[in-house]
């Protein structure tokens, strides 16, 4: 049996699950060769003391069989020992900027061997720098590890070289970073390991409320958590798990350790949180997506404004230009009924004049056409009956009504279109998703196949063939990205929102949010038992005809041609009676004629008439029974189109009852599908990682995940849409009814039922 114990310069719980994970990864290499054990008061932290450490490994010395050790004070007392009692592997990181040639390698002592993997400082700051551009960087590092960390020796070389400011940023704690933010444009974590997740995310926050940019020597966990970027993946921790693991194995097999000490080359891979790019606004280019991973979602945007679905069907109906503009021919159909109704309106008007005659003439006129004359005069009329009044009020009104139904119609219509609108987008995001995850599991299997290729397992072919893969698949993820932008413009145009402005659409789920309190599953029952299909279907039909606006529209246009032919037939013979008066009044009379001849009485000044009149077409050149003739024409018309619409709506109903049907059954399958693809693709990939198959059966297992992702992903979307398709012909939306009309709904239901089965 074989007792382990570990030398480190500071813990926490997230290195205290990584120690876990490096004895779960030993304990599995050795096997069955030995028994190992790793006592837990076998972990000893330095806290970076020097003196402490030394201390700490002569105890572990007297108390276990191998010893290892991490951190950079471990490295600096343990490198400098001569002698070695136990076996002692050293591992971290050393900057290969400052790598003295042979200090590394082939450096054989008994009982030690030290396994480091070299990391650039200057390569990670000019990555800071392209990605960011900045100019000032801030160094984190924890203060007790600056007096054995070179970098403070480096900053004037390296900030020449890269003309950066730079700055260490000594630490001890969260609150030192988060104070010393301030001064600070951009910062580069050299330390950090020892944060907690919990601490590293409250870091991240502050840096994302500061637009502060970061970039870390740490694998991708920290980024996971918020910071900006890091050269590093989590296959190098594995890798240096895997080769401690097999420096312990030598150990317990040979008994006699003589390994030499070595540098562990690791492929290095940028990776970016893209959702706090987006919040610091760091634009990422296109670019960047075949070299780099991308962690967090990039969907998740920081918007300016959030919708679910109600909100975005709501908002509509007040912000859509289409329907502002059909509800002003809504607005012109009301006037045009009060402009048929003003027919019975007195008409009243005033007129004056003022005359001068020829002085001989108005002589001779014996005072009827004085030499000037002003006068005025008001008339009124008013029509008392008239067919052809009446009737264009009847037709006006139903005019008015049908282009309400008309605007019912378009809001229905735009309603049902900003609803597709929004699950188009969700079902992009969702595509996005996936061949954001597809690209990086291309990138995965390329990884293997040059593994593959380097170990003499397989061929370049293979290499070549996931490049080709991943060069495809990138242009995929460009699109879908695209596509979901183009989808967010939709949703803005139909909502009357500048089409730049930044939106998300929040996720819809069955049984969640929004939905929860729509039980659906019920709807789903009715239409899956054959035996209640029917009769809810032609209840669906009932509905959908009693509240269709494209039929009331054609009903009222009816009203308006019947009235049409009533007026051009019987209504023709009926009288157009009206009321007419006029009162005349004259205001001077003067000059020559302006008086009357003693023998012809002197009229008043003012006088009036009031007087009826009656008129009656009686031969109009044949209009009127070609206009009968119209009418009666355009009556047949509608009611074919009256026809039409009702055998498109029952079929449309039946299309949309089996769609529905077709869409329950996918959602289980899509389940289904995905699970086994997931699963298939995992041992595949496994088995290509061993050389059990070949490119070829990979490449099947991938391209198949991708689809079933792609349909489970859809598949409640699809459903959903499908509902509001229903709804539309039905002609009224669930998700905008009180709890009372949708009772109601399920009342006329259980009538409709009860009187099929009476």
Known sequence: MYKIGFLLDKTNSKIASLVDKLEEEITAVVGEDATVVFPDNNRYTNNFDPLLAKKQYETLVNEVDIIIAYGVVSNEVLAKRDTYPKPTILFGTVNEDFIEDG????????????????????????????????????ILIERGAIAYDPISEMITSLA???????????????????????????????GGLYLTDAEMKTVADALIQRKIPSFTTSPISDVENGL??????????????????????????????????????????????????????????????????????????????????????????????TLKEAKQNVY???KDAELAKSNYLPDVSAAASANYNDPEFAEATNGQNPEVLTAGNITLSQTIFSESANANIGIQTALQKAQMEDYNREELNVIFESATAYFNTLILKANYKIQSKNLNLTKRNLEIASQNFEAGQSGKSDVLRFRSELVQNMQDNIES???????????????????????????????????EEYDYHEFNGLLNDPVERKPFTDFLIEEALNNSPELKFLDYNLIATERSEKL????????????????????????????????????????????????????????????????????????????????????????????IINQVTNIELSIVFEETAKEVLELTQT???NGAVNIIQLLDAQNNYLQAQLASSNATYNYLIAMLTLERYIGNFFLLESTDERNAFLARFLEFKANIED
């Open 103 to 138: 200090k590394h390698i082939n450096h054989e002592v008994d009982n030690f061997t030290s396994i480091v993997t070299p990391l650039s400082y200057k390569e990670d700051l000019e990555f800071l720098k392209k990605l960011v551009g900045c100019k000032q960087v801030g």
């Open 160 to 190: 020449a070289e890269l003309e950066l400011d730079l700055s260490l940023v000594p630490f001890d704690n969260t609150s030192d970073i988060i104070n010393a933010l301030d001064d600070q444009k951009a910062v580069y974590f050299i």
């Open 228 to 321: 900006l970027a890091t050269n590093n993946d989590q296959t190098q921790i594995d890798q240096f798990f895997r080769r401690i693991a097999l420096s312990v194995e030598s150990i317990v097999v040979d008994d006699v350790f003589n390994e030499s000490s070595s540098l562990l080359t690791v492929n290095k891979s940028l990776t970016i949180n893209f959702n706090t790019a987006q919040k610091i606004g760091i634009p990422l280019k296109y670019s960047l997506i075949a070299t780099t991973n991308f962690v967090g979602d990039a969907s998740d945007i920081v918007a300016d404004k959030e919708y679910d679905l109600v909100s975005v069907m709501t908002e509509v109906i007040a912000e859509n230009l």
């Open 332 to 334: 012109i159909a009301e």
């Open 481 to 515: 990205f695209n596509q979901l932008k183009q989808g967010y413009y939709v949703l803005n145009q139909l909502l009357n929102n500048p089409i730049d402005l930044i939106i998300d659409v929040n996720d819809a789920q069955l049984d969640s949010g929004i939905f």
């Open 568 to 659: 051009f037939g019987p209504g023709r013979f009926l009288p157009t009676v009206a009321l007419q008066g006029q009162y005349n009044h004259v205001f001077s009379r003067s000059g020559a004629g302006s008086t009357f001849p003693v023998f012809i009485p002197t009229p008043p000044d003012g006088y009036y008439n009031v007087g009826v009149s009656l008129s009656m077409p009686i031969f109009n050149q044949n209009k009127q029974n070609i206009n009968k003739q119209i009418a009666t024409i355009q009556k047949e018309q509608i009611q074919f189109s009256t026809d039409n619409v009702k055998l498109q709506i029952e079929k449309n109903i039946n299309d949309t009852v089996l769609e």
């Open 687 to 689: 088995s290509y990682e």
